[in-house]
């Protein structure tokens, strides 16, 4: 065999297990425990759920254990090794409240053992933490704060939402507040944002994730000084900061400069130029990418609809990078989103940084635009189950001939397909998701502003319908699909109902959606709902035949996760492979 060739082989080998090296520590950057979930059914059943975690060898088995109390030896409820699932129904716990255990075993070894979690005293389908007062949520943040490997909650609140478009802001009542809470309700500590940040997500984005790597996620958010307002109420002026709050205390560790409102022409002598400007320098947002494939970064942005400012922080919190969308890059300005993405696009293990309809490169430069501008929709992931790489799919906001929905390839920008009608506002977050076993792949759902028109598209760009998703009385621009029952396919939520496609209800869920993860229990996902002082986190009971890995141990998912505390509420998307029906 020739020296080159032996060489070429020696290099793509190296560089294979480089990558293998690159995706085992990114998959670790996170420990979780089972995330045992325990719920009581009206009919005196009791449901028991559990995560398949990365790092669990393919032959292991489970048993499931019940004790009177939390020290009690336990009875094993199973009469065989639990192979095909992560779940398990007691049908003999009566009305007395018990604790269950799970016990993984491999080769008649027990491994790990899960901690007790008790029967509930109801027969809720959802965990219900309560809040410190009586105010509804904005968003929720999910991370471990302690280090327990037990997700943790950050609600973010109250939930004004105030916008800053022309005719939408108003002035703020109350400051913005974090509040930190245990797995199991426990209150932990609250971070007052002050008058220096107004309230609403745009203002105020938030992070929570363990970037320097000792178990314990930070929380990042957006900061000022003092009282800044002027007398319309709006923060025109004044020191802006990166706070980086320690998350078992919530105790300020750092503060660092945010990028400025310079080049967005705040002057009050052009009062329409004055509202545009404010309205474009108070969109903030942040995200978590894997810069070099191996640690967690964060990216601090600032700007949507005209200038657009990038700025990527390592591990220690030192500045990488700065990007923005002027000199060469002018031709990026307002390709911004209402949220961020962050993955591998080209395939060499580094994240690159979807803001809109453009991607900035793990280097910070930028690799593709396609020139749509603005979109509302914006997800990434297997989209189309035979085709290389990851695709995004969009909903374009300003008036366009063609292709105000569309498909691309992640790697070039390239338009797969789409429309080719003119709309006018392509609006909300729309929806991906294979909720259609009928057609392969993710379905790819969107709709006008004006509710006149809806589209629901193959993988590949087949009309498959022009109807709403939900009932038809409503309209829905941002149905939310999710793993919810057995088996690949996603059901779909929409006004608080549970659907299976096309409208078959299987569930309702209380109070406006705030999170979706899969943050307990099997691989199925949790919607965390709010209402007047308390969170709700709605788990399925549907036994399932099928175990997969906890989803947030998927890169993609768990950044997107991760991004869920601001902007537009986002379903998060896999980076692997889409779930598959086994062989």
Known sequence: MPSSRLVRLFKNLVAGLLLLQINAKALAAERLDRGVVVISKTNGEVYIGWRLLASDPSEVTFDIYRSPN?????????????????????????????????????????????????????????????????????????????????????????????????????????????????????????????????????????????????????????GGDGDPRNADGRVLSGPEYLIVLDGLTGKVKKRLPWPSRDGFGMSWDDPTGFRRSYNDSSRNLMGIAYLDGIHPHLIVERGTYSLIKLQAFTPSLERKWYWESSGKDTFYCGAGMHGMHCVDVVGDGRDAVIIGSAVIGADGRALWNTGLGHCDVCYVGHIVPDRRGLQIFYGIEPGREKNKVCLVDARTGKILWGISEYATHVHDQGMVGDIDPAHPGLECYGGEHDHSKYWLFSAKGELISNEALGELSYGDLSPQAIYWVDGPTKAYVSHRKIYLYPRRQIGAIQGDIVGIADCMGDFREELITTLAGEIRIYTTTIPATTRRVCLMQDRLYRTDVAAQAMGYLYAPQLGGKPLQDPP
């Open 70 to 222: 939390a020290t009690a030896p336990g009875q094993k409820l199973n009469d065989s090794p639990i192979t095909n699932s992560c779940n398990f129904m007691d049908n003999s716990a009566g009305t007395r409240s018990w604790w269950y255990t799970v016990q993984a075993v491999l080769d008649k070894t027990n491994l790990q053992t899960s901690i007790a979690i008790q029967t509930p005293e109801t027969t809720n389908a959802f965990v219900r933490i309560k809040l410190q007062s009586n105010y509804r949520a904005d968003r929720v943040a999910l991370a471990d704060l302690d280090g327990d490997g037990q997700l943790d909650y950050l609600v973010i609140g109250p939930a004004s939402s105030i916008d800053p478009y022309e005719g939408q802001w108003k002035k703020s009542t109350a400051t913005y507040k974090i509040e930190a809470y245990r797995h199991d309700g426990a209150f932990m500590w609250r971070y007052d944002m002050g008058w220096a940040i107004e309230s609403g997500v745009w203002y105020s984005p938030v992070v929570a994730y363990d970037i320097d790597g000792d178990g314990k996620a930070e929380v990042f958010c957006k």
